[in-house]
């Protein structure tokens, strides 16, 4: 569930949206400011304040880069499909040339999430790893765990378990240091899958009863819930039918997606 924009915030965002058709708007950055200091608690406000911007071809060329990069970005986190690269590659071309090595190392991440959209799994681990190259050490963990997580499931399509594999552990280490439970729940998850496509069906379990515990502590019955699918899917392939009943059966409803 979003959480609600504070007063302050929410006027501070009207303000701004009904300034931005202004013919002076563009000659500083407060808007794409703004929209980056909403991005994480509040998306659907970044996005909303960034789609307000009328006329981006108005900005300066560092502007407009910024823009594209917190558009990408904005749109990936409020699930809008990420059609082309057109917009991302206008980051990508103004960050390459040295000016923020932290911007460049998003671009390429987003740039990956533009491909994996359009199933080009490739092209889309191509640019994770590029990303990954980029990145200063002290970018923020979260982005570094985000990058491994993305690498991992792209190396799971590709039937590279063991590679998966290793992304996801990378990205589990970082997100229990910084004790993000719900990021690292989707990395245990991850590694069970891993040895859920190589049919090695205790270890699949293991890490899908750990990642079930994690699930139990958030309070979380849609996790929960995947995770009883899960494992009553596991025993479903060892013919241990009666334990995936129970574990089909159980009474969160969100098992039964």
């Given at each position: ?112 999430c533009v491909y994996r959209g359009q199933e080009d799994i490739p092209s889309a681990i191509d640019c994770y790893l590029k990303s990954l190259r980029i990145m200063p050490q002290e970018c923020d963990s979260v982005f570094w765990a985000m990058t491994y997580n993305h690498l991992g499931d792209c ?103």
């Amino acid at each position: 569930m979003r959480k609600r924009l504070p007063a302050l915030l929410s006027f501070m965002l009207s303000a701004l949206l009904l300034g931005s058709c202004g013919k002076d708007s563009y000659k500083d950055n407060s808007v794409l400011i703004l929209a980056d200091s909403l991005m994480q608690t509040y998306p659907d406000s970044a996005l909303q304040l960034l789609e307000g911007i009328s006329v981006p071809q108005k900005m300066g060329k560092a502007n407009r880069a910024w823009y594209a990069l917190l558009l990408t970005q904005a749109r990936y986190k409020n699930y809008v499909p990420l059609k082309d690269d057109s917009l991302i590659r206008i980051a990508v071309d103004y960050y390459e040339n040295g000016r923020s090595k932290e911007r460049l190392a998003k671009s390429y991440f987003y740039w990956g999430c533009v491909y994996r959209g359009q199933e080009d799994i490739p092209s889309a681990i191509d640019c994770y790893l590029k990303s990954l190259r980029i990145m200063p050490q002290e970018c923020d963990s979260v982005f570094w765990a985000m990058t491994y997580n993305h690498l991992g499931d792209c190396y799971n399509e590709r039937s590279m378990e063991e590679t998966a594999r290793g992304m996801y552990r990378d990205a589990y280490a970082i997100n229990l240091d910084v004790h993000d439970t719900l990021r690292a729940f989707h990395n245990l998850r991850g590694i069970g899958i891993t040895f859920l496509l190589e049919l090695q069906f205790d270890s699949a379990a293991y890490y899908y009863k750990q990642a079930l515990e994690m699930a139990l502590s958030l309070d979380y019955p849609v996790l929960s819930g995947i995770i009883y699918k899960d494992l009553s899917g596991v025993y479903s392939e060892q013919r241990e039918y009666e334990l995936a009943y129970a574990y089909i059966s159980n009474p969160y409803p969100a098992c039964r997606i």
